[in-house]
């Protein structure tokens, strides 16, 4: 964004609640500096989301930041890590300040709730919004939760109600009927994914094989009997 990137990242990215003693230098370098800790692995993982693919771009903007950082979060608890730092790059048509105001509200309030810091990124302008954030974490070295592990004979268990999002997304299609009782569960279902941290954390050591269920339940059991070749 000409002219108006560092203006950009000051007001709305560099200014955040979470300082984490393992990010030497932040924002406003070329590079971040990070510590990861002694006897550690680092969990990476980045998924990019485009307006009217991934999500609604006239869709609720404080959702979006919150989607745009839960579904990094959610890789992060399917491998059973511990979030500790984000990058995002963000490329927008127009800067509009009211959006920017409620997308970085989202993404920041999920990040103090999980202690994430944001340690860099980019801006850019673009012909529509594109957002891709990548998230890191820590994880004891063979307590990682992988897709690897299954075993014939092995009980399979899912967290949540599997198909909400999914349901919400053909009711916004008219695919689907959802009675107002439901509409607004679903709807945050959708837009608000909650990242199941704490569960990751607690299989360590007990869960054979674990993944996060971003593409579906059948389809991402099959991803499981694929890796774990059962």
């Not at 490329?91 to 970085?104: G, H, I, R, S, Y």
């Not at 673009?126 to 592990?149: E, K, M, N, S, Y």
């Not at 439901?182 to 990242?195: H, S, T, V």
Request: proline share 6%; charged share 20%.
């Amino acid at each position: 964004m000409p002219g108006s990137e560092f203006a950009l990242i000051d007001r709305y990215f560099a200014a955040h609640d979470v300082r984490r003693p393992d990010v030497v230098l932040g924002i406003g370098d070329d590079c971040a500096l990070l510590v990861p800790p002694s006897g550690q692995q680092l969990a990476v993982t980045m998924d990019t989301l485009i307006a009217d693919v991934h999500f609604f771009a006239a869709a609720d903007p404080e959702g979006i930041g919150h989607k745009a950082l839960a579904v990094n979060l959610s890789d992060l608890a399917a491998m059973g890590a511990t979030p500790a730092w984000a990058t995002l790059a963000l490329t927008l048509p127009q800067v509009d300040e009211k959006w920017l105001d409620a997308f970085c509200r989202g993404l920041f309030t999920l990040a103090n709730r999980h202690e994430v810091q944001l340690v860099g990124g980019d801006t850019t302008h673009g012909p529509a919004t594109v957002i891709t954030l990548q998230a890191h974490g820590f994880v004891p070295p063979d307590r990682a939760l992988r897709r690897d592990g299954a075993r014939p004979g092995d009980h399979i268990y899912v967290t949540g109600t599997p198909g909400d999002a999914g349901l919400a997304l053909a009711a916004a299609f008219g695919k689907a009927t959802v009675t107002d009782q439901y509409a607004d569960y679903l709807r945050l279902r959708l837009e608000r994914p909650e990242p199941r941290i704490a569960q990751g954390l607690t299989l360590r050591g007990i869960a054979n094989a674990v993944i996060d269920l971003s593409d579906g339940l059948a389809q991402d059991l099959g991803h499981i009997l694929e890796r774990s070749q059962v």
